[in-house]
T-cell receptor, first 114, second 116 residues
Framework: AQSVTQPDIHITVSEGASLELRCNYS??????LFWYVQSPGQGLQLLLK??????LVQGIKGFEAEFKRSQSSFNLRKPSVHWSDAAEYFC????????????FGTGTRLTVIP | NAGVMQNPRHLVRRRGQEARLRCSPM?????VYWYRQLPEEGLKFMVY????????ESGMPKERFSAEFPKEGPSILRIQQVVRGDSAAYFC??????????????FGEGSWLTVV
Protein backbone atom coordinates (compact mmCIF):
# COMPACT_ATOMS: atom_id res chain seq x y z
CA ALA A 1 0.00 0.00 0.00
CA GLN A 2 1.10 3.52 -0.68
CA SER A 3 2.19 5.62 2.24
CA VAL A 4 3.75 8.97 2.94
CA THR A 5 5.83 9.54 6.03
CA GLN A 6 6.79 12.85 7.53
CA PRO A 7 8.90 11.77 10.50
CA ASP A 8 9.06 15.17 12.17
CA ILE A 9 5.81 16.21 13.81
CA HIS A 10 7.11 19.56 15.00
CA ILE A 11 10.22 21.53 14.12
CA THR A 12 11.42 24.78 15.65
CA VAL A 13 13.98 26.95 13.91
CA SER A 14 15.34 30.42 14.44
CA GLU A 15 14.52 33.10 11.93
CA GLY A 16 17.25 33.22 9.33
CA ALA A 17 18.31 29.63 9.88
CA SER A 18 18.09 26.97 7.22
CA LEU A 19 15.26 24.47 7.11
CA GLU A 20 14.81 20.93 5.91
CA LEU A 21 11.54 19.03 6.23
CA ARG A 22 11.66 15.34 5.53
CA CYS A 23 9.29 13.29 3.44
CA ASN A 24 9.55 9.63 2.52
CA TYR A 25 7.12 7.64 0.46
CA SER A 26 6.42 4.02 -0.20
CA UNK A 27 5.41 3.19 -3.73
CA UNK A 28 6.64 0.79 -6.39
CA UNK A 29 7.25 3.38 -9.09
CA UNK A 30 8.09 7.04 -9.29
CA UNK A 31 5.10 8.99 -8.08
CA UNK A 32 4.14 12.58 -8.52
CA LEU A 33 5.28 14.54 -5.48
CA PHE A 34 3.93 17.70 -3.92
CA TRP A 35 4.53 19.96 -0.97
CA TYR A 36 1.66 22.03 0.40
CA VAL A 37 1.62 24.62 3.16
CA GLN A 38 -1.31 25.32 5.44
CA SER A 39 -1.60 28.30 7.75
CA PRO A 40 -3.92 27.95 10.76
CA GLY A 41 -7.55 27.91 9.71
CA GLN A 42 -6.63 28.19 6.06
CA GLY A 43 -6.60 25.99 3.03
CA LEU A 44 -3.64 24.36 1.34
CA GLN A 45 -1.30 26.28 -0.88
CA LEU A 46 0.92 24.45 -3.32
CA LEU A 47 4.60 25.19 -2.74
CA LEU A 48 6.08 23.00 -5.45
CA LYS A 49 5.66 19.77 -7.36
CA UNK A 50 7.73 17.11 -9.06
CA UNK A 51 6.48 15.20 -12.05
CA UNK A 52 9.62 14.26 -13.97
CA UNK A 53 12.93 15.65 -15.17
CA UNK A 54 15.24 17.67 -12.98
CA UNK A 55 15.16 16.22 -9.51
CA LEU A 56 15.70 19.59 -7.84
CA VAL A 57 12.55 21.65 -8.10
CA GLN A 58 12.07 25.26 -7.20
CA GLY A 59 8.88 26.51 -5.63
CA ILE A 60 7.32 29.65 -4.34
CA LYS A 61 8.49 31.64 -1.31
CA GLY A 62 12.09 30.52 -1.76
CA PHE A 63 11.42 26.81 -1.15
CA GLU A 64 13.00 23.97 -3.05
CA ALA A 65 12.79 20.20 -2.86
CA GLU A 66 14.93 17.39 -4.11
CA PHE A 67 13.63 14.04 -5.30
CA LYS A 68 15.98 11.20 -4.43
CA ARG A 69 14.80 7.98 -5.99
CA SER A 70 17.32 5.81 -4.14
CA GLN A 71 16.02 7.08 -0.81
CA SER A 72 12.36 7.43 -1.78
CA SER A 73 12.53 10.91 -0.41
CA PHE A 74 11.36 14.37 -1.36
CA ASN A 75 12.71 16.71 1.30
CA LEU A 76 11.74 20.36 1.39
CA ARG A 77 14.40 22.98 2.00
CA LYS A 78 14.77 26.69 2.49
CA PRO A 79 18.11 28.39 3.07
CA SER A 80 16.80 31.16 5.33
CA VAL A 81 13.52 30.92 7.18
CA HIS A 82 11.25 33.92 7.72
CA TRP A 83 8.80 34.32 10.59
CA SER A 84 5.94 34.16 8.08
CA ASP A 85 6.95 30.59 7.17
CA ALA A 86 5.48 29.32 10.43
CA ALA A 87 2.75 26.92 9.33
CA GLU A 88 1.94 23.25 8.77
CA TYR A 89 3.65 21.58 5.84
CA PHE A 90 2.26 18.55 4.06
CA CYS A 91 3.98 16.24 1.64
CA UNK A 92 1.69 14.47 -0.82
CA UNK A 93 2.05 11.72 -3.37
CA UNK A 94 0.04 11.16 -6.51
CA UNK A 95 0.24 7.87 -8.32
CA UNK A 96 0.89 7.54 -12.03
CA UNK A 97 -1.62 4.74 -12.34
CA UNK A 98 -4.51 3.53 -10.29
CA UNK A 99 -5.73 5.81 -7.58
CA UNK A 100 -7.48 9.05 -8.41
CA UNK A 101 -6.35 10.90 -5.32
CA UNK A 102 -3.38 12.25 -3.43
CA UNK A 103 -1.94 10.54 -0.38
CA PHE A 104 -0.87 12.96 2.33
CA GLY A 105 1.62 12.73 5.13
CA THR A 106 0.53 13.71 8.60
CA GLY A 107 2.28 17.04 8.37
CA THR A 108 5.14 18.88 10.04
CA ARG A 109 4.39 21.93 12.12
CA LEU A 110 7.04 24.62 11.78
CA THR A 111 7.61 27.15 14.52
CA VAL A 112 9.92 30.07 13.85
CA ILE A 113 11.49 31.85 16.80
CA PRO A 114 12.97 35.36 16.62
CA ASN B 1 -10.09 33.27 -12.47
CA ALA B 2 -11.54 32.51 -9.10
CA GLY B 3 -10.14 29.62 -7.15
CA VAL B 4 -11.99 26.71 -5.65
CA MET B 5 -14.81 28.17 -3.59
CA GLN B 6 -16.17 26.42 -0.55
CA ASN B 7 -19.01 27.40 1.71
CA PRO B 8 -19.76 27.68 4.44
CA ARG B 9 -16.30 28.23 5.85
CA HIS B 10 -17.49 27.35 9.31
CA LEU B 11 -20.51 25.30 10.26
CA VAL B 12 -21.78 24.28 13.67
CA ARG B 13 -24.28 21.46 13.95
CA ARG B 14 -25.85 19.64 16.85
CA ARG B 15 -25.59 15.89 16.98
CA GLY B 16 -28.20 14.29 14.74
CA GLN B 17 -28.52 17.24 12.37
CA GLU B 18 -27.48 17.31 8.75
CA ALA B 19 -24.49 19.14 7.35
CA ARG B 20 -24.22 20.28 3.73
CA LEU B 21 -20.94 21.53 2.39
CA ARG B 22 -20.70 23.12 -1.02
CA CYS B 23 -17.85 23.37 -3.45
CA SER B 24 -17.57 25.27 -6.71
CA PRO B 25 -14.52 24.15 -8.70
CA MET B 26 -12.22 26.46 -10.55
CA UNK B 27 -13.51 27.66 -13.89
CA UNK B 28 -12.88 25.05 -16.52
CA UNK B 29 -12.39 22.24 -14.01
CA UNK B 30 -14.77 19.32 -14.23
CA UNK B 31 -13.13 17.05 -11.66
CA VAL B 32 -13.83 17.49 -7.97
CA TYR B 33 -12.31 15.79 -4.96
CA TRP B 34 -13.30 15.88 -1.31
CA TYR B 35 -10.81 15.36 1.48
CA ARG B 36 -11.26 15.31 5.24
CA GLN B 37 -8.73 16.53 7.76
CA LEU B 38 -9.26 15.36 11.29
CA PRO B 39 -7.58 17.33 14.08
CA GLU B 40 -3.82 16.85 14.13
CA GLU B 41 -3.91 14.67 11.04
CA GLY B 42 -3.20 14.96 7.35
CA LEU B 43 -5.81 15.03 4.66
CA LYS B 44 -7.57 11.81 3.77
CA PHE B 45 -9.26 11.26 0.43
CA MET B 46 -13.00 10.75 0.52
CA VAL B 47 -14.49 10.90 -2.95
CA TYR B 48 -13.77 11.88 -6.54
CA UNK B 49 -16.52 13.11 -8.82
CA UNK B 50 -17.05 14.33 -12.32
CA UNK B 51 -20.19 16.03 -13.47
CA UNK B 52 -23.13 13.78 -12.60
CA UNK B 53 -20.84 10.85 -11.82
CA UNK B 54 -19.14 9.46 -8.76
CA UNK B 55 -15.88 8.01 -10.01
CA UNK B 56 -14.22 6.86 -6.81
CA GLU B 57 -15.80 6.86 -3.36
CA SER B 58 -13.37 4.47 -1.75
CA GLY B 59 -12.63 6.92 1.06
CA MET B 60 -16.21 7.68 1.99
CA PRO B 61 -17.66 6.27 5.20
CA LYS B 62 -20.26 3.67 4.34
CA GLU B 63 -23.09 5.37 6.17
CA ARG B 64 -24.40 8.91 6.55
CA PHE B 65 -22.04 10.44 3.98
CA SER B 66 -22.93 11.18 0.38
CA ALA B 67 -21.63 13.42 -2.37
CA GLU B 68 -22.92 14.72 -5.65
CA PHE B 69 -21.77 16.94 -8.47
CA PRO B 70 -24.81 17.86 -10.55
CA LYS B 71 -24.76 19.07 -14.10
CA GLU B 72 -25.49 22.56 -12.86
CA GLY B 73 -24.33 24.00 -9.58
CA PRO B 74 -21.72 23.14 -7.01
CA SER B 75 -20.63 19.81 -5.67
CA ILE B 76 -22.23 18.97 -2.35
CA LEU B 77 -20.93 16.82 0.46
CA ARG B 78 -23.78 15.79 2.70
CA ILE B 79 -23.43 14.34 6.17
CA GLN B 80 -26.59 13.05 7.78
CA GLN B 81 -27.13 12.61 11.51
CA VAL B 82 -23.79 14.13 12.39
CA VAL B 83 -21.80 12.86 15.35
CA ARG B 84 -18.96 14.47 17.26
CA GLY B 85 -16.42 12.41 15.33
CA ASP B 86 -17.48 14.18 12.14
CA SER B 87 -15.93 17.39 13.43
CA ALA B 88 -13.17 18.12 10.97
CA ALA B 89 -12.07 20.34 8.15
CA TYR B 90 -13.45 19.28 4.80
CA PHE B 91 -11.49 20.33 1.78
CA CYS B 92 -12.61 20.37 -1.79
CA UNK B 93 -10.18 20.30 -4.67
CA UNK B 94 -10.55 20.47 -8.42
CA UNK B 95 -8.52 19.67 -11.48
CA UNK B 96 -8.97 20.14 -15.20
CA UNK B 97 -8.33 16.52 -16.00
CA UNK B 98 -8.36 13.21 -14.27
CA UNK B 99 -5.70 12.32 -11.77
CA UNK B 100 -3.28 10.79 -11.97
CA UNK B 101 -2.11 12.56 -15.06
CA UNK B 102 0.48 14.82 -13.58
CA UNK B 103 -1.93 17.67 -13.23
CA UNK B 104 -1.99 19.67 -10.07
CA UNK B 105 -5.17 19.75 -8.11
CA UNK B 106 -6.14 23.01 -6.48
CA PHE B 107 -7.63 23.14 -3.02
CA GLY B 108 -10.30 25.36 -1.59
CA GLU B 109 -9.93 27.01 1.79
CA GLY B 110 -11.95 24.35 3.51
CA SER B 111 -15.13 24.07 5.52
CA TRP B 112 -14.71 23.58 9.25
CA LEU B 113 -17.49 21.49 10.72
CA THR B 114 -18.01 21.47 14.46
CA VAL B 115 -20.52 19.09 15.97
CA VAL B 116 -21.73 20.02 19.44
Amino acid sequence: AQSVTQPDIHITVSEGASLELRCNYSYGATPYLFWYVQSPGQGLQLLLKYFSGDTLVQGIKGFEAEFKRSQSSFNLRKPSVHWSDAAEYFCAVGLQTGANNLFFGTGTRLTVIP
Amino acid sequence: NAGVMQNPRHLVRRRGQEARLRCSPMKGHSHVYWYRQLPEEGLKFMVYLQKENIIDESGMPKERFSAEFPKEGPSILRIQQVVRGDSAAYFCASSPRQQPSGNTIYFGEGSWLTVV
